[in-house]
C-alpha cells in the first residue's frame, strides 16, 4: 500500500487503523475492514487506483456516504475501499436545459437546497437525503417518497461518465432528453451497485418547483382501512407526490423516540400533493372525502414549518425502529398497489405465526413497502427464525407479482435470495455482461451476484 | 425453408414473390427482399423460428410495421423476416395498478383509442402513431411529440418478455414502479433496434388523461424569433405538452399537398398545454403573451376537432415532404434546447453553402430536429454533396452537445456514422453486449453498427 500512496499521494490513502474502521462497515451494520481506504479527489485519482488494483488482482469497494442498507459498500478481503466524498462538486447548473451536472460524492440534500433557491428542484428524495451522495444514489437506483409521482434516480440520470475496472474511461447517455445511438450502458450502469465501473461524473435531469404542496396526515383505526386506501385514491386518477404509510408499531417507536402527536392510531397515512394552487386544493378535497369514507380522520398542513416537522417524523423512523430494538432485518419488497392490502396482512399473520414482531411502513403509493423485522440478531434461534421469515415475505411478494428490492438493492444480504427472482438465463447474461466490464472481479467483489 | 414451413405452420410462412417484395423493405426506402417471411402468431412460433435460424446460422429480422426511417426492418442476404403483426393482442389493462400489458405487433393508436375510453392514456405518441407498433416503438426507444413532457417509450417500459436468439426465453423488468435487482437488461433492450432479442411480451406504465388540453398556433415572420422562443418558454417553468416547430420550407409542403390554412408565415410552432382546466387557462395567458413579444400572432384551439385538424396536419408533414421532392434525407438529431437557435442557423448556412434545400420540423421543446435534405438521391453527385451535408450536421450537432438520433435509431443509414458519437471504450462493451446475446450475429444482422 505504500507504492499506492506514491501514485495517488499520501493525503489521499490511509491505512490507520482508526480510517479502516470507519470504512468497515455500512448501514447495514456488517463490518469488515479493508486493507486500505483512498479518498479520491478527481477523476485522475480513480484511474491511478484501478491501474494499480487491476496490475495487483485487489478489490475495490466504491462508496458515496455508506448508507447501503444491503451492505453494497462493505469490504472484502484486501479490499481497497475508494470513496468519493471529496468528489463534492456541483458542475453546472443549467436551469435553461433543465439539467445539472455534478461529482458522485454530492450529497442529495445539498442539491436539493441549491436547486431551491433557483425554484428548481430534483424529485429522487431517500430518507437518508442529508447524509447519502448521488452516486450511491445512481448505484442502486435509489427512490424515495416522491416516487409514486415522478419516478426514481435512473429516470433523471441523463448522463455518466465512468472508470472502468483497467482504468478505462466511458462516457453513457446524453445531456439532451432523448437520444438511441448504441446500448443504453447509462441504464446499465444505474442500480449495479458499483459492479461495472467507478462513476465519476453525473447529469441528472431537474424539474421546476410546483407551485405549492400541501400534506396531510390520515389516521386509521384500522390497518386494512388504511392500506385499502391508497388504491381509491389512484383509481380517482390523483397521483399524490407521496403516500407514506405507517403501522401501528412504527407509530409506538416514533411516539417512544420523539413523541410528535401521532395520536394511538393503527395506521397513518401521509399524504402529499403538489402543483398549482387550485388544482391542489380541489385535490386536497377530494383525497380527504376518500379518507374519511375509510373512517379516517385527516390533518391537513399548508405551512412549511409544520411539513417540515412532519417529514423530520418520517425521516426519524428508522432511527426509532433501533431505539426499541438494537438490531432489525430490513427489507424492501415492493408489490402492485392493488397487492398492498393483501402483502400487509400476510405480515401481520406471518408475524402472529413466528411470534416475531414486524413494523412496517413506506412508499404505499408506489407498493414499495419496508418490512422491518424486529429481531435480536444475537438471539441465534430467533434470528433463524427472521430469516425463515423473509424467504417466505419474498415468496409472496413474488407471487403478488412483486420484486425483493425497490431501492436498498442487492448488496451482500439479498445476494442468496436473488435466484427467487432472477432465473438461469437472465442471470447468464447479468454474469456475461459483469464480465464483459470486468473480467477480473476487481468492482464490489462478492456483491449482488451469489 | 421448406422445413421451416412444417416446423412453424405453412400459414405462418410465405417464400411467396410477392411477400417477399412487401417485407423487403421499411420507411427508408431501402430495399432488400429476404428468402422468407414469417408471421408469428405467439411466442412458441418465436422459439421455434429462432431454433431453426440458429442451427442453420440464418439471420432474422424482426418487424413491427415496417415505419422504421432508419432501415432498422430492412433484411440482409438469406434473411427471415420475422413479422409480429399478427401478435396484436392487448392482455390487460389494469387502471388500478396503471398498466397494460401487450403484444409486440399492437399498433401505438389503438391503444390510445382502448385506453382513451377508459379515461387513461400511454404518452410516447411518435407521429406514424397509426400504423407503427409498441413493439416497434420500444425497439428503437421511438419518442414523439409528448416527449417534452412525458418522456420517451423507454421511461414507461416496464417489464418485457422477449426470445434470445438461441431460443431460450427471458424476462426483463418488473410490473411494479420500482425495482433494483440485478442488471436493467429491460434497458439495454429497449433501443436495441432488435439484435439482442426479439420482445415477445411488453408490460407499460400508463397515466391518467389530462383534464383538459389547450392547441396554440404560433405564427412567426422570422425563424430565429420562433427558435428563440422556445428556451423563453421552458425558463418561465412552463412544461407544454408539445412544443413542436416547422419552418418555412415544411409549411410550404404542407400548403401544397394539403391547404391548412397556415398562412405565409416563417415558421409557426404548436404549442400544446395539457392538466386541469384552471391551470392550462393560465399557462395559456403565459405562453400566448411569451410568444406575442416574440413578434407572433397566436390562435387557440380548444376544441378537439380543430385539434385534430391541426394534428392531422402536423402528422402530414413527412408525405409532404415527399410531394415536394420524391426522395429526401431525413435525420433526427437532438441539441440542448438553448441550442436550438444556433443549429438552426446553421442549417440555414449549410443549405446556401450547397444549394440544396433543407425543410427543418420537430420536437423543439426537447431540442429534437427533424433535419430534411431534399435530395433526389437518383442525381449522385447531389446525392454525395447531402451525405457531406449529413456529416457537417452530425458534427455541429455533437458539438453543441447533442446526439445523432433522438428517436430514429441507427439502423442501416447511421450505422456509418455511429463512431462520430460512440468512442472506442463504449463501442467495444457495445460489442461485447452483442456478443454475448448473439454470438452468432442472428438477430438483426449488419444493423446498429459499422
Known amino acids: 500500500m505504500e507504492r499506492l500512496k506514491g501514485i495517488i499521494g499520501s493525503?489521499?490513502?490511509?491505512?490507520?487503523?482508526?480510517?479502516l474502521l470507519c470504512y468497515g462497515f455500512d448501514a447495514s451494520k456488517i463490518k469488515k475492514p479493508p486493507s486500505a481506504v483512498v479518498w479520491a479527489e478527481d477523476i485522475t485519482d480513480v484511474v491511478k487506483l484501478t491501474k494499480f488494483a487491476y496490475e495487483n488482482d485487489l478489490p475495490i469497494i466504491p462508496r458515496g456516504a455508506g448508507?447501503?442498507?444491503?451492505g453494497s459498500a462493505v469490504p472484502v478481503d484486501n479490499a481497497i475501499v475508494l470513496s468519493l466524498e471529496r468528489m463534492d462538486r456541483i458542475l453546472e447548473i443549467d436551469t435553461d436545459n433543465l439539467f445539472v451536472m455534478v461529482e458522485p460524492g454530492v450529497i442529495n440534500g445539498r442539491l436539493q437546497k441549491e436547486l431551491g433557491i433557483k425554484g428548481f428542484f430534483y424529485p429522487p428524495d431517500p430518507a437518508s437525503m442529508d447524509f447519502c451522495t448521488i452516486g450511491g444514489n445512481v448505484a442502486v437506483n435509489a427512490g424515495g417518497p416522491r416516487a409514486i409521482k415522478y419516478g426514481v434516480t435512473g429516470d433523471y440520470v441523463q448522463y455518466l461518465e465512468a472508470v472502468l475496472p483497467d482504468g478505462r474511461v466511458i462516457e453513457a447517455g446524453v445531456r439532451t432528453k432523448k437520444g438511441v445511438?448504441?446500448?443504453?450502458?447509462?441504464?446499465?450502469?444505474?442500480?449495479?451497485?458499483?459492479?461495472?465501473?467507478?462513476?465519476t461524473k453525473i447529469g441528472l435531469r431537474i424539474l421546476p418547483e410546483p407551485e405549492t404542496v400541501i400534506t396531510l396526515l390520515a389516521f386509521y383505526s384500522s390497518l386494512r382501512k388504511a392500506t385499502e386506501t391508497v388504491p381509491r385514491i389512484i383509481s380517482q386518477k390523483v397521483i399524490p407526490r407521496t403516500l407514506e404509510f405507517m403501522d401501528r408499531r412504527t407509530i409506538e417507536a416514533i411516539e417512544s423516540y420523539n413523541p410528535s402527536g401521532l395520536k394511538d392510531a393503527e395506521a397513518v397515512l401521509l399524504i402529499e400533493l403538489d402543483g398549482p394552487v387550485k388544482t391542489v386544493q380541489r385535490e386536497t378535497e377530494r383525497v380527504v372525502d376518500i379518507c374519511n369514507r375509510m373512517g379516517a380522520s385527516v390533518e391537513v398542513a399548508d405551512d412549511s414549518i409544520t411539513q417540515q416537522k412532519i417529514w423530520a417524523t418520517r425521516r426519524a423512523i428508522s432511527p426509532a425502529l433501533y431505539h426499541i430494538s438494537p438490531t432489525k432485518i430490513n427489507e424492501d419488497i415492493v408489490v402492485p398497489v392493488t397487492g398492498i392490502p393483501d402483502i400487509i396482512e400476510f405480515l401481520e399473520q406471518l408475524s402472529q405465526r413466528y411470534k416475531i414482531p414486524i413494523a412496517s411502513f413506506g412508499h404505499?403509493?408506489?407498493g414499495n413497502i419496508h418490512v422491518n423485522i424486529m429481531v435480536d440478531k444475537k438471539d441465534q434461534k430467533q434470528y433463524e427464525k427472521a430469516l425463515s421469515?423473509?424467504?417466505e415475505i419474498f415468496q409472496e411478494t413474488l407471487k403478488l407479482g412483486g420484486t425483493i428490492s425497490g431501492e436498498h438493492g442487492v448488496g451482500l444480504t439479498k445476494a442468496d435470495y436473488i435466484d427467487m427472482e432472477i432465473h438461469n438465463n437472465e442471470m447468464d447474461l447479468m454474469k456475461g455482461i459483469k464480465r464483459l466490464f470486468d473480467h477480473k472481479m476487481i468492482l464490489n467483489r462478492g456483491k449482488v451476484f451469489p
Chains 1, 2 share one sequence.
Do not use: P
Open 11 to 19: 493525503g489521499k490513502v490511509s491505512t490507520e487503523r482508526a480510517d
Open 67 to 70: 448508507t447501503s442498507t444491503t
Open 181 to 199: 445511438v448504441g446500448y443504453d450502458l447509462k441504464s446499465l450502469l444505474v442500480g449495479s451497485e458499483g459492479t461495472l465501473a467507478i462513476i
Open 364 to 366: 404505499a403509493g408506489d
Open 389 to 391: 421469515m423473509v424467504k
